[in-house]
């Protein structure tokens, strides 16, 4: 090891130690280092000097922020967190946070000291250092859904402090629930639906599972948030559905493929692409936006949608497109393209899931608001309401039905049995059929 690290000569020959502040800590002290002269201009006698000098600038800079912050950004050093915590045994320091604790007391009493001790020990977990280890370790999940749960879980924070995960009531979280329900919505001005209340109190409820797995809620203990929604006696269970959505016409979906040709700047052909696949396919819109030519099978009377990547297992799966004006679609899409290449080139993925969707998407959605004054009945989805519907009218058997949607059949011999069978004569059938339902647009 260097004699000369974590000091640094001054221009008059003296030496000064450097104390690199933690990252976990710069946030609350505003500094990246601290610098402190060691009296001496000899470089042995500095380096001898200069772990004392660092312990004592330790000490100081643990004293001059808020105890219980000071506690907290202690106790993540044990848990890697998303920004990337050091992680340090507790043997090692216990002995420090004593003399801490300590000092603490002379200077902020007794209580600040306890819950300093507790904190920084992990006999105490806060709520930020449970959020931030629980979003690390949820490896299953898209980037989107970690914002929406560290969203969730921040605005309650907000709201009853960062308090300990024990300390956190039934009576609390009846009180929060009964706050977000009252409260408007930054983006609407409205109350918040039931859908989205739901799903904050499943997020909270979700996040004390995983706390007691890990042991720091008791088993044998209902979380605070456990069926918080259930509807007390004798009053009425409230709807959960957001809005009316419906399937959407073909009147109302050449109209909006008009709006598009005609109102946007960067998407025109892409947006009037996209809308007319989706009402023949029933795909999802991100999955039409993320095909790729190798995806594409063109045959003399049918083309294939070939999906080989999806969320689930039933998501993979062949679509075959016997409308005319859709294979035209995806015919002029495959010209000169090379099998890896996108068929929307110019959709650059972007948003937090880096999806190719997000900002056509975006556009799209814009114009159906400010163009249709129902514009709340329906949606992009809403193809995709309007292809299952038409699958219900044709009288489709359910297997094939839940196939083409990509949807998991609730037959055993379907989802075990059958595995690795590309049912490719029976969905064909279906299309025509599904077809003379829906029309050209």
Not at 220 to 245: L, Q, T
Not at 250 to 260: Q, S
Not at 318 to 340: F, T, W
Not at 345 to 367: F, Q, S, T, V
């Amino acid at each position: 090891m260097s004699i000369r690290k974590n000091l640094r000569q001054r221009t008059g020959g003296g030496w000064a130690v450097v104390f690199y502040v933690p990252h976990h800590l710069r946030k609350l002290l505003g500094k990246r280092e601290i610098v402190r002269g060691l009296g001496t201009k000899d470089l042995r006698e500095a380096n001898r000097r200069k772990t004392a000098k660092l312990a004592e600038i330790y000490r100081e800079a643990m004293l001059s922020v808020d105890p219980v912050q000071m506690g907290i950004q202690e106790a993540k050093r044990y848990h890697p967190s998303p920004d990337g915590y050091e992680t340090l045994g507790e043997a090692a320091y216990t002995e420090q946070f004593i003399e801490q604790a300590e000092k603490l007391e002379k200077t902020h009493g007794l209580e600040k000291a306890k819950l300093f001790y507790e904190v920084a020990t992990h006999q105490k977990l806060p709520l930020s250092v449970a959020r931030d280890l629980w979003i690390s370790e949820a490896d299953g999940v898209t980037q989107k859904t970690r914002n929406k749960y560290h969203q969730a879980l921040t605005e309650f924070i907000d709201w009853v402090g960062d308090l300990s995960v024990t300390d956190v009531t039934r009576r609390r979280a009846m009180d929060y629930l009964d706050h977000i329900r009252q409260r408007p919505s930054e983006r609407t001005g409205k109350p918040l639906s039931v859908k989205s209340v739901e799903q904050r109190m499943i997020i909270l409820s979700s996040l004390y599972s995983f706390l007691r797995h890990r042991g720091f809620w008791p088993v044998e203990k209902n979380s605070p948030f456990h069926k918080a929604m259930a509807s007390a006696p004798g009053k009425k269970k409230p709807s959960r559905i957001a809005r009316d959505v419906r399937p959407i016409t073909k009147e109302e979906l050449r109209a909006w493929i008009r709006v598009v040709e005609e109102k946007s700047t960067k998407w025109k052909q892409e947006g009037a692409d996209l809308l007319t696949l989706l009402w023949h396919t029933g795909c999802r819109a991100g999955e039409i936006c993320e095909l790729s030519r190798h995806n594409i099978e063109i045959e003399e009377e049918v083309t294939w949608i070939c999906l080989d990547a999806a969320k689930t297992e039933s998501g993979v799966r062949s679509i075959p497109v016997v409308s005319p004006q859709a294979q035209a679609i995806l015919k002029r899409l495959c010209e000169g393209l090379k099998d890896e290449s996108p068929l929307f080139p110019r959709m650059e993925p972007a948003g937090p899931d880096n999806k190719r969707y997000h900002n056509c998407g975006k556009a799209l959605n814009k114009l159906r608001r400010e163009n249709f004054p129902d514009q709340e009945e329906f949606d992009v989805h809403s193809m995709r309401r309007r292809f299952s519907a038409a699958c219900e009218d044709a009288g489709i058997d359910e297997i094939v039905w839940d196939t083409l949607m990509g949807h998991a059949s609730g037959r055993l011999a379907k989802k075990v049995y059958n595995r690795r069978h590309d049912p490719r004569k029976r969905t064909l059938e279906a299309m025509r059929l599904v077809w003379q339902e829906l029309g050209e647009v």
